[in-house]
């Protein structure tokens, strides 16, 4: 089945740095990749939806200086959350959708990000 | 606008219940709904509904699509310790390249 590797599955930070959070389709082209944002014991909440060779289109509210994302390859799309604050540590997941077969979307592992 | 609304947000259950979960949704031009069971971590694929009134079966769980009423359940019987998750519906609408994801549905099932 198909794969979607994310990686780091988990990073601390000192506040004022920015992490980098990268998100692969491992078995297929993904031209679209999408970006979450969860909270504990709640659902996911879209942040941006990633395509391939142009820009990220941001949910509202979403900061897109604040998170960053870069879709250069079919296979490779990054969250660059830059100046991170406390209040941006929480579990980012990212999901790709493999349009040729069931349509069902693939999730990385997540990333657990903690900002001291 | 575009939603997705997930019934009841908890649900705490005894082992051998059997517990249903709602998914109402507000979509323009419908393509899919999706349901998905996470964990501690990434989401899994549970079933993929395109058309009404078609049970999709794996196990103990099933789930069914209403395209009239504009709603699906998820059923779980006989349910276990393992079964607690959260549960999450979304839905594709044909404009393609946009999910939209429910509240989702926190389950518990204690021994």
């Known amino acids: 089945g198909a794969v979607v590797s994310q990686h780091p599955s988990r990073v601390i930070c000192k506040s004022g740095t920015s992490v980098k959070i990268e998100c692969r389709s491992l078995d297929f082209q993904a031209t679209t990749m999408f970006w979450y944002r969860q909270f504990p014991k709640q659902s996911l909440m879209l942040m941006a939806t990633?395509?391939?060779?142009?820009?990220?289109?941001?949910e509202q509210g979403v900061e897109k200086d604040k998170f960053l994302i870069n879709h250069a390859s079919l296979t490779l799309s990054t969250l660059t959350v830059t100046s991170a604050h406390p209040e941006d540590s929480s579990f980012y997941i990212c999901s790709a959708s493999r349009r040729t077969n069931t349509g069902e979307l693939f999730f990385g592992e997540g990333s657990r990000l903690t900002v001291l | 606008e575009d939603k997705v609304v997930q019934s009841p947000l908890s649900l705490v259950v005894h082992e051998g219940d059997t517990v249903t979960l709602n998914c109402s949704y507000e979509v323009t031009n419908f393509r899919s709904l999706l349901w998905y069971k996470q964990e501690k971590k990434a989401p899994t694929f549970l079933f993929m509904l395109t058309s009404s009134g078609i049970e999709k079966k794996s196990g103990r769980l099933s789930s069914i699509l209403d395209k009239k009423e504009l709603f699906s359940i998820l059923n779980i019987t006989a349910t276990q310790t393992g079964d607690s998750a959260i549960y999450l519906c979304?839905?594709?609408?044909?404009?393609?390249?946009?999910?939209?994801f429910g509240t989702g549905t926190s389950l518990t099932v204690i021994p």
């Open positions: 979304a839905v594709e609408p044909n404009t393609g390249n946009q999910f939209y």
């Open positions: 990633s395509n391939e060779g142009s820009k990220a289109t941001y």
